[in-house]
């Protein structure tokens, strides 16, 4: 993962490179640097799992990071959860402003389009346009954005959402785009995406339910971003709905599901099963 994450870090300094040195490039490259990389990783391995050129999943891969990073900004916003702190460093409107903070996320959103669209991504045009589907629909008004309405509707809801609701919000907010990134190699090698699809349904889920985890039992110097603030608004989690032993238990099977899903192929999964064992078993 860290080998990856570099590759990832320099093609983005490749791309931001063409970009005129202004602050919503300057912006761009802040949103882009740090975290775990574990998108881009989904979009590594199961390019590989599945037989396609590696190096061709390097567009994919900084594109459902800096999309995901677009949601990252646009979610810290005063406007929607207002948070000062993301991976341990100021938020983009609080190191810049609230306009800056809005135009470098919807360039960056941009930017993951033009990467899965760009020629060098693959030589097949179907391939392109498909990467290019899927990932509008994974996070457009049917996954992403969805899931982040659902969201801020439920802070000013009269009743907490309810176990299946919840789900719904999550699979939505965090699942989708988890979900594009496990498939987005099988697409890259004109292969099946079903197992890959069923691996990324459930890991996404047990990614939000870890993060409801950690929300409870970490700290924001840890977390690099604020922790417990689902508590304190009163809002319905996995932990408070299962409880955290109840949390705990559900993200671990979901992860063996996850695990079972790439059966058929075979060891060359291993470091997917790995990655699915790390999201629940990480500190941050």
């Given at each position: 993962m860290t080998g990856w994450s570099a590759e990832v870090d320099q093609h983005f300094t490749r791309v931001l490179s063409g970009f005129a040195d202004v602050p919503i490039v300057q912006a761009m490259r802040y949103a882009t640097t740090g975290g775990k990389r574990l998108r881009a990783f989904f979009v590594r391995e199961s390019a590989r799992v599945c037989g396609a050129d590696?190096?061709?999943?390097?567009?994919?891969?900084?594109?459902?990071?800096?999309?995901?990073?677009y949601s990252l900004v646009h979610d810290d916003l005063p406007c929607m959860d207002d948070d000062d702190l993301r991976r341990g460093q100021p938020t983009v409107h609080?190191?810049?402003d609230d306009a800056t903070a809005v135009l470098c996320g919807d360039a960056l959103q941009t930017l993951a389009f033009e990467l899965?669209?760009?020629p060098a991504c693959h030589d097949d045009p179907f391939v392109r346009s498909t990467l290019a589907l899927t990932l509008a629909r994974a996070s457009g008004a049917a996954g992403m954005v969805y899931g982040q309405a659902l969201d801020i509707a439920a802070e000013s809801a009269a009743t907490p959402l309810t176990l299946e609701q919840i789900t719904e919000l999550q699979n939505g907010k965090t699942g989708a785009?988890?979900?594009w990134s496990a498939t987005?190699?099988?697409i890259l090698a004109k292969a099946d995406t079903d197992a890959l699809k069923t691996y990324g349904d459930a890991l996404g889920l047990a990614f939000q339910i870890a993060d409801d985890i950690l929300d409870v039992t970490s700290d924001a110097e840890t977390l690099g971003k604020a922790a417990q603030k689902d508590a304190d608004a009163g809002k319905a989690t996995?932990?408070?709905?299962?409880?955290l032993d109840g949390a705990k238990s559900r993200?671990?099977?979901?992860?063996e599901s996850a695990c079972d899903a790439l059966s058929i192929y075979g060891s060359d999964a291993d470091h997917l099963r790995d990655v699915a064992r790390f999201v629940i078993e990480r500190r941050s």
């Open positions: 590696i190096s061709r999943s390097i567009a994919p891969a900084c594109a459902i990071e800096a999309l995901h990073a609080v190191k810049w899965v669209s760009d785009l988890i979900t987005a190699g099988a996995f932990v408070s709905l299962l409880g993200a671990e099977t979901l992860v």
